[in-house]
């Protein structure tokens, strides 16, 4: 059971670069979402959505594009890389409609953009 | 208003001792959840333990309990004999049941837990 798969581990851009960060999940979560992890700040919510064909912006969408084609596919775009979005970024999944369900997480993405 | 507060930045605990790490949360909703994650230096984050608002006893989960304090809106996480293995960083979380928020959770800053030897 794969859980949440997020590619690439690691990545190095250049400012204006564009980007994909890759997610799928094989647990038939409706809820999916991206954070980014920045020291002392905790965990922001970028984007996340609630169904295939279903996306909304969290704390901190600026710069960011998702979409939702398939339950099992979310993938995060970094349209044009600035400093600023050097962070470690997660994918998480869990079931939509149920409160006590756990937010399950990929492994991460540390990104740097010089 | 910060929802979930955590007030320990950094603790030391003794390998094999007890520790609390503490979580005070902020909700008018009657129905939420509170989490627990654990994210080791390696960088993932893992799900530990949960709390339903309704949940009559306090959750446990091996070495994990949380000291669920309703009135006082606090979620205390208590590792019981400390390894080594628990040095990381541990972050509470609620989510609100409300179904108008979409069930996000919000998150805490963490608490970095260092076992010593």
């Known amino acids: 059971n794969a859980g949440v798969t997020q590619t690439p581990k690691f990545q190095v851009l250049k400012t204006g670069q564009s980007m994909t960060l890759q997610c799928a999940q094989d647990?038939?979560?409706?809820?999916m979402s991206w954070y980014r992890q920045d020291p002392g700040m905790g965990l922001r919510l970028i984007h996340y959505s609630v169904g295939a064909g279903i996306t909304d912006q969290g704390e901190v969408p600026n710069g960011y594009n998702v979409s939702r084609s398939t339950t099992e596919d979310f993938p995060l775009r970094l349209l044009s890389a600035a400093p600023s979005q050097t962070s470690v970024y997660f994918c998480?999944?869990?079931?939509?409609?149920?409160?006590?369900?756990?937010?399950?997480f990929g492994n991460g993405t540390r990104l740097t953009v010089t | 208003a910060q929802k979930i507060t955590q007030t320990q930045p950094g603790m030391f605990v003794q390998e094999k001792e007890a520790v609390t790490l503490d979580c005070t949360y902020d909700?008018?909703?009657?129905?939420?959840?509170l989490f627990w994650y654990k994210q080791p230096s390696s960088g993932e984050m893992i799900f530990l333990i949960y709390?339903?608002?309704?949940d009559q006893q306090n959750a446990t989960e091996g070495r994990y309990s949380l000291n669920f304090q309703k009135a006082r809106k606090s979620a205390n996480l208590v590792i019981s004999a400390s390894q080594l293995g628990d040095s990381a960083m541990y972050f509470c979380a609620m989510r609100e049941g409300a179904a108008g928020n979409n069930r996000k959770l919000i998150w805490g800053l963490g608490t970095s837990l260092a076992v010593n030897p």
């Open positions: 909700t008018s909703d009657p129905s939420y959840g």
């Open positions: 998480a999944s869990s079931y939509q409609g149920r409160y006590n369900s756990p937010l399950h």
């Open positions: 709390q339903g608002s309704y």
């Open positions: 647990m038939n979560h409706e809820y």
